[in-house]
C-alpha cells in the first residue's frame, strides 16, 4: 500500500504537537509522606550484585533495619558492571543511608566517571540506584510511580520489539510479527541488528524483511523500524523514504551510528517519520546533546543503563523541556520492566507505547519466563497491555531462594 507523502514541516509540527501536553508533565521534586523515626536512617550494610544463567544482572542492597532493596544493570557486560558494582561503587555507599539518593548518585557517579560515562559505569550505576529506590518506596509504602506524584495510567501499552531480523528470513520475521499481532500487540517494531561494524550491510534484505511483515500485519498495525546504527546518512535517508511513504513507518530508530549526531540530523531533516534514539545515552548531559544537535522526535532513556531512576527522571524533565516524545527503551523483562513501567506510566504518552522484548530466535532463552518464576506478581502482558504494579517501592516480591539457583558467580 502507497502512503501519501507529507511534508517535513508539516509533519513534525504535527508530531511535535503530540507532545505539547507532556510540556506541563515534567517530573517534579519528589514529595513523600514522613518516614517512620524508626527507618529514617537505614544503614546500608552489603550491596551484592547477583549475575544470572540467563545473562542478567540483579542488584540487591540490604539494610541494617531488615529492608532489602532490588535493583538491575543492563546485561551487555554483565560480569564488568558487577566488578564495577563491587569494586568501585559498593565501597562508597557501605555505612551511608540508604534514603539519601541523591546523595550516593553523585558520590556513585561523579568519583568514578573516569570509569567509562557511556557504558559500564551508568549500568552499574542504575542497578544500585533502582534498589535504593525500591527501599524508598518499601519505607514509605508508596510505589514508584506514586512517589513520582501519581501514574496517569494503571496499564502501559506494550509494542512486541522482534531482534534477529538481520540473521532471519522474511517470511521468518513476518512469521513472528503476525503471531505477535495475534497475542494482542497493537504495534510492532523490527529490529535488524546489524550495528555499526556492518554498515550497509544489505539495505535490500533490511527493505524485504519490513515489506513482509507489513504484509503479514496488514495496514492497521503501528510499525516501527530500528536500524540499530547500521546505516550510513545516504541510505538511512533513502530506505527511510521508502520506509514512510510505502509502508507507513510511523518510528525509526538510531539509523545511523549513535554517535553520529550530525548524522542523525542530517536523517531528521530529510525524512517526515519520527526518528528516535536514546537508548545509547546514559546521562542528562549526552540526552540534551541527542535533543540540541541530533534533534530526534523520540527520546528513549533506559532506566538500566542511564545511571538509574534518579537520572532518568532528569532525563524526562528534559524531553518535556524540549517538547519530543518520551518512548523508553527497555529489554530486561523482570526489575528493569517493573521500574521502566512505573516510569512510563507517570511521564510517557500512552499513544507511544513501551517496549516489549521477544526472544530474537525460537532457540533464544525465554528469560520473561525464566524470571517471572522468581519474581511475584509475574509480569504478563494481556492484550498487548502490562499493569503497572501497585505494591511499595518496584512493587515485587522477589523469591531469592529459586533465584540464587540461577547464580553462575
Keep these: 500500500m502507497n502512503y501519501p507523502p507529507r511534508t517535513s514541516q508539516r509533519t513534525r509540527r504535527e508530531f511535535l504537537g503530540l507532545a505539547l501536553p507532556a510540556t506541563f508533565a515534567g517530573p517534579l521534586t519528589?514529595?513523600?509522606?514522613?518516614?517512620?523515626?524508626?527507618?529514617?536512617?537505614?544503614?546500608?550494610?552489603?550491596?551484592?550484585?547477583?549475575?544470572?544463567?540467563?545473562?542478567?544482572?540483579?542488584?540487591?542492597?540490604?539494610?541494617?533495619?531488615?529492608?532489602?532493596?532490588?535493583?538491575?544493570?543492563?546485561?551487555?557486560?554483565?560480569?564488568?558492571?558487577?566488578?564495577?558494582?563491587?569494586?568501585?561503587?559498593?565501597?562508597?555507599?557501605?555505612?551511608?543511608?540508604?534514603?539519601?539518593?541523591?546523595?550516593?548518585?553523585?558520590?556513585?557517579?561523579?568519583?568514578?566517571?573516569?570509569?567509562?560515562?557511556?557504558?559500564?559505569?551508568?549500568?552499574?550505576?542504575?542497578?544500585?540506584?533502582?534498589?535504593?529506590?525500591?527501599?524508598?518506596?518499601?519505607?514509605?509504602?508508596?510505589?514508584?510511580?506514586?512517589?513520582?506524584?501519581?501514574?496517569?495510567?494503571?496499564?502501559?501499552?506494550?509494542y512486541a520489539s522482534i531482534g534477529g531480523a538481520a540473521d532471519s528470513t522474511p517470511a521468518e520475521m513476518a512469521r513472528r510479527a503476525a503471531q505477535a499481532v495475534e497475542q494482542g500487540h497493537s504495534m510492532v517494531k523490527i529490529r535488524m541488528d546489524w550495528g555499526t561494524r556492518r554498515t550497509d550491510a544489505d539495505p535490500a534484505h533490511d527493505w524485504a524483511v519490513l515489506s513482509e511483515v507489513r504484509k503479514a500485519i496488514g495496514d492497521k498495525i503501528e510499525l516501527g523500524f530500528d536500524a540499530n546504527n547500521g546505516f550510513s546518512v545516504s541510505t538511512a535517508i533513502r530506505l527511510g523514504r521508502r520506509f514512510q511513504d510505502e509502508l507507513g513507518i510511523m518510528h525509526y530508530e538510531e539509523p545511523v551510528a549513535q554517535y553520529d549526531y550530525a548524522g542523525i540530523a542530517q536523517v531528521v531533516a530529510a525524512l517526515d517519520v519520527p526518528v528516535a534514539a536514546g537508548e545509547h545515552e546514559y546521562t542528562r548531559w549526552q540526552f540534551r546533546d541527542l535533543i540540541t544537535e541530533a534533534r530526534v522526535d523520540i527520546v528513549q532513556p533506559d532506566v538500566t543503563k542511564c545511571a538509574g531512576i534518579s537520572e532518568a527522571l532528569r532525563i524526562a524533565a528534559l524531553a518535556s523541556t524540549y517538547n519530543r516524545l518520551l518512548v523508553p527503551h527497555q529489554t530486561q523483562p523482570a526489575l528493569g520492566t517493573a521500574a521502566n513501567l512505573h516510569f512510563t506510566a507517570c511521564f510517557a504518552r500512552e499513544e507511544r507505547a513501551q517496549e516489549y522484548d521477544l526472544p530474537a530466535s525460537s532457540g533464544e532463552k525465554d528469560k520473561r519466563a525464566i524470571l517471572n518464576r522468581v519474581i511475584h506478581p509475574p509480569l504478563e502482558q494481556q492484550g498487548g497491555y502490562l499493569a503497572v504494579p501497585t505494591g511499595p517501592g518496584l512493587g515485587l516480591e522477589v523469591d531469592e531462594a529459586p533465584l540464587k539457583r540461577l547464580r553462575v558467580d
Design 30 to 158: 519528589v514529595a513523600a509522606p514522613p518516614v517512620p523515626a524508626s527507618l529514617a536512617r537505614l544503614k546500608i550494610i552489603d550491596v551484592e550484585s547477583w549475575v544470572l544463567t540467563c545473562d542478567s544482572l540483579f542488584v540487591v542492597v540490604r539494610t541494617d533495619g531488615g529492608v532489602t532493596g532490588y535493583g538491575e544493570a543492563s546485561p551487555m557486560n554483565v560480569r564488568a558492571t558487577a566488578s564495577l558494582i563491587n569494586e568501585a561503587l559498593k565501597p562508597r555507599v557501605i555505612g551511608r543511608n540508604a534514603l539519601d539518593r541523591e546523595r550516593l548518585w553523585d558520590e556513585m557517579f561523579f568519583p568514578t566517571y573516569k570509569l567509562g560515562v557511556m557504558g559500564v559505569q551508568p549500568e552499574a550505576i542504575a542497578g544500585v540506584d533502582i534498589a535504593l529506590w525500591d527501599i524508598f518506596g518499601k519505607v514509605t509504602g508508596l510505589s514508584l510511580s506514586e512517589l513520582f506524584g501519581g501514574r496517569r495510567r494503571d496499564r502501559v501499552r506494550m
